[in-house]
């Protein structure tokens, strides 16, 4: 039995889910009240773009399934969309990151950067595709910037955290 | 193992699989999935709760750096505000135990009627879009499901979510809410001095069309605009015949004499009933168009008693066996026209009268309408 709780508490996706729960918490306090050019910044995307650039494509895609399914738990919006959408936004991330020679601080920034971009596009794409109405307009863009912005700016730190949470559990203890 | 057999492909299939399955299941209103929130919420409230209050400083800070000038100016607004409110607000308390009394005596429903449970707001959405809000009070209280959602100026939206210990209001701007209203139009009003002659002088004309009016003593009801009870004597036009001028006024009579006969002018015996000029109403449906747009009322119809609808005409909410609330309460007011061509009524817009970007405490009225009740297998 203990084992089996010290095999979970090991599982990299466990302690993603627990890293998770606290940068959703400062999305639905700190980051919903203070909102920069009245946008909502979204560190919850950042996670899952910065899982994707920290451990590829395959393991940014299920990080950000994993990260987007826990935003939808808090949101009104239909269950399953900020998954797909956060899903496609780690892959991306991921593949991305393959084709840069030689990573650096400030590729990161602009692969999180683009990622985010998309991201905050791919959403009410998606909600518009699933029947909400009137998410899709042109302030999209001026979100979609702002976003970028200010998830370029906290990406090396979120990286650094999503590789120390996806590392592999020590075969040794 | 077993997992290793998984290449991209797959991995990205399941994915995909597991999200149109999710998507179908919330859409189809599956109670495993509302299950699965509920036991998340119950994770994550504590965590949240522990944030919040670590946070709280850096968020004071934040709005004492950005929002100092505002709460400065607001201040100054909303002590005129009280110090004009406190006057009106003996008349207004009146008018409406008399209202009530009113109702209650025909046998009307009215909100004085229905209960209700007060919440405050905890948190608004974290999505850039949708339009809602969290209050701290849930199922314990009552809330289900549909029921309407006030503040002290007057409605904000409908409940969506119910947890035990809270639940989440869609506000009247999202893009998703709907609300049968009524557009109470105020008639043409005219201001008149009781016995005292009113003469009308057309100036493009030399012919004697000069009519003359006496208005009738009548006392009106001070505050209701367009309101006046008791009976009114109907003004008489005198040989509209004559009157070779479209700015004629309207005139009542001042002597006595024959109605029939050209030329002269009499006081109609006939009586008008008390409140025929009441405010006209007119029914429509309110849809919220996102953060940055007012909400707009669609089916409003091109009547010609209705008449144009007027910037500054209340809006409330129209009730009916399947209005999301009942009737009469307040939504705020016509601030724009956009007029159409054909037999399309006109679009109007609304300036909702609470303020949705500084709630804080709240009444959810415990009115379930029948379109959102549950009914049992």
Known sequence: ?173 | MAGNTFTRRRIILLLVLSSIMLVTLDLRGSGSVNGLRSVFGTVFRPVESVTRVVVRPVENAWHGITNYNDVVEENRRLKDLVAYGEGAKIGAVASVREAQELLALNGLPSLAGINSCSAQVVGQSPSNFAQTVEINRGSECGIRVGMPVLNAAGLIGKVTDVFDGRAVVMLLTDPGYSLAVKVVNTPPTTTTVPGAPVITVDQSTTTSTTTTTTIPKTTTTAGIPGFTPGSTLAPTVTNPSQSTSPNATVVAPTGTGDINKPGSANQSEITVPAGANLPLRETGALEGRGISKAPIIRFVENQPRFGEVNVGSPVISAGGASSLAPPDIVIGTVSRVIKRSGTLGPLLEVKISANLDALNFIRVLLYQPSTEKVNAP
């Open chain 1, 1 to 173: 039995m203990i084992d089996r709780l010290v095999d979970l508490a090991e599982n990299r996706y466990f302690r993603l889910f627990l890293v998770g729960l606290v940068v959703l918490s400062f999305q639905t306090t700190i980051l919903n009240d203070m909102r920069p050019f009245g946008v909502c910044l979204q560190i919850m995307l950042l996670l899952a773009a910065s899982s994707g650039l920290a451990r590829g494509s395959e393991t940014g895609a299920a990080a950000g399934f994993m990260i987007g399914l826990m935003y939808d738990m808090v949101l009104t919006t239909p269950m399953g969309v900020g998954a797909a959408v956060f899903a496609a936004v780690g892959y991306l991330a991921g593949y991305a990151h393959r084709f840069v020679h030689e990573p650096n601080w400030w590729s990161q920034m602009v692969l999180a950067a683009g990622a985010s971009a998309v991201g905050t596009i791919l959403m009410p794409i998606a909600l518009t595709v699933v029947g909400v109405e009137g998410v899709l307009t042109f302030r999209v863009i001026g979100i979609a910037f702002v976003v970028a912005l200010f998830n370029a700016a906290f990406s090396l730190p979120f990286e650094r955290i999503c590789r120390w949470a996806l590392s592999e559990p020590r075969v040794v203890r």
